[in-house]
Every structure is written in structure tokens, then in C-alpha cells.
């Protein structure tokens, strides 16, 4: 069973950094997308960074592009996202999430299969 549990959120003055992590578990598939997307109150959720698991190759989303990174440490199962220079219409509940792929990684959320309960980021 797959298990994704993001942590590391919290409140942050604009300008300021946070770096969150997403720890999974039975995932045993070798082609895989793993993201990170973010939801505001009364807003849709949208994607903010993927990463694909061959290669590396990444894809973000347009007003986090220069801000934010998306890395991942295999050893340890788990995938980070460095977010800097934040700003307050970056706050949001930010969920981990994972799908089966053979290529590109896409941020369309109906795309991925595996949710992590999310974690609350707050900049004011």
C-alpha cells in the first residue's frame, strides 16, 4: 500500500523560505512521477513542481519557476521541495503526490493515483 506523508510546512514572512518533505513508502514501481501541488480555500487544486523518477527531469509550474525546486533522495524514499523568495499567494494547504509514467510528468492533478494528507504553508 502506498503511503505518502508530507511534512515541514508552517508560517513564513514573504520573502522568507521553507523547505517540504513528502517520506514514501510501498511504492515499488520504477517509472514514476512524483509532485507537489497546492490548494487555496475557495480555489482549485493546482501543481506546482514534478519530477520524474528516470532521469530526473523536472516541470514546474509558472509563478513558482525560479523559486521553487523539486528534488528527490532515493536512498531515503523521499521527495523535498525547496520553496524561497515565498509570497503570500504561495499560501496554501501543499499535498504530495504520486502516479505510474512512462514519461513526461505532467501537473494535472486528476492524472495521479496517490495522495498524502498535506501540509499547511502560511506566508504573512
Sequence with gaps: ??????????LVQPGGSLRLSCAASGYTYS????GWFRQAPGK?????????????????????????????D?????LYLQMD???????AMYYCAARVSSSW????AQQYNYWGQGTQVTVS
Design 1 to 10: 500500500q502506498v503511503q505518502l506523508v508530507e511534512s515541514g510546512g508552517g
Design 31 to 34: 517509472r514514476y512521477c512524483m
Design 44 to 72: 482549485e487544486r493546482e501543481g506546482v513542481a514534478a519530477r520524474y523518477s528516470r532521469g530526473g527531469s523536472t516541470n514546474y509550474a509558472a509563478s513558482v519557476k525560479g523559486r521553487f525546486t523539486i528534488s528527490q
Design 74 to 78: 532515493n536512498a531515503k524514499n523521499t
Design 85 to 91: 523568495s515565498l509570497k503570500p499567494e504561495d499560501t
Design 105 to 108: 510528468c505532467t501537473l494535472t
